[in-house]
């Protein structure tokens, strides 16, 4: 859940980069809406501030703020590249940086074990993860626009909810559900205006 605040990062990114758009109290509000619905995902205790499950959630947010970063800087930018190439650049780009950080640390590639849960693991977030689901949101950020697509969005967590259950027997606990609940409204508040021209565009024009 801690990922559906890529929306709110991106429109905040979007307000302090972009020179078309604005930065009010009401949207530094929605954005510390959304900041606190990931503390309330997050849970984080005074004894626990360094544990390895905050870490992770560290992580996970550091990873949408790098993913919403991203979609703001292209934004101005003109590219001739189609979807696959753009997507395969990105994907080549991240590879060399992701090796970087790999030898940086000290990992090796004679340390991984191949199991048939990694292969499948693997396969699934390469083939299906990276490049099927990648080429969908491109493809979907063309055809509809950044709105709709980021309110499309917020049926990952959902999504993720309902498999973690089916398959795992994890249920969401009532702060992470208030949690969610913080971030879609401090999206809804940050992206109000580009939300209610596309609701008066949607709606059938009156006699």
Do not use: C, K
Request: aromatic share 6%; glycine share 10%.
């Amino acid at each position: 859940m801690i990922v559906s605040l890529s929306p709110v990062l991106t429109a905040a990114f979007a307000a302090v980069l972009l020179p078309n758009e604005r930065v009010g109290p009401v949207e530094v509000g929605g954005f510390l809406i959304g900041i606190l619905g990931v503390a309330m995902i997050a849970s984080p205790s005074t004894e626990g501030l360094v544990s390895a499950e905050l870490i992770g959630v560290g992580l996970v947010l550091a990873s949408a703020a790098a993913f919403a970063l991203g979609a703001v800087l292209l934004r101005p930018l003109r590219t001739e590249f189609s979807i696959v190439a753009l997507q395969g650049w990105a994907m080549v780009i991240g590879a060399g940086i992701l090796g970087a950080g790999a030898a940086v640390t000290g990992e090796s590639v004679a340390d991984v074990v191949l199991t048939p849960t990694a292969i499948v693991t693997l396969a699934y977030l390469a083939l299906l993860s990276g490049v099927v689901a990648f080429l969908i949101y491109f493809a979907l950020l063309d055809a509809v626009g950044p709105t709709q697509l980021h309110l499309i969005g917020y049926a990952e967590p959902i999504t993720a909810a309902a498999a973690s259950w089916l398959v795992l027997g994890h249920l969401v606990d009532g702060d992470a559900l208030l949690g969610f609940t913080a971030v879609l409204v401090g999206f809804l508040v940050l992206e109000r205006d580009a939300i209610r021209r596309l609701v008066h565009a949607r709606l059938p024009a009156r006699a």
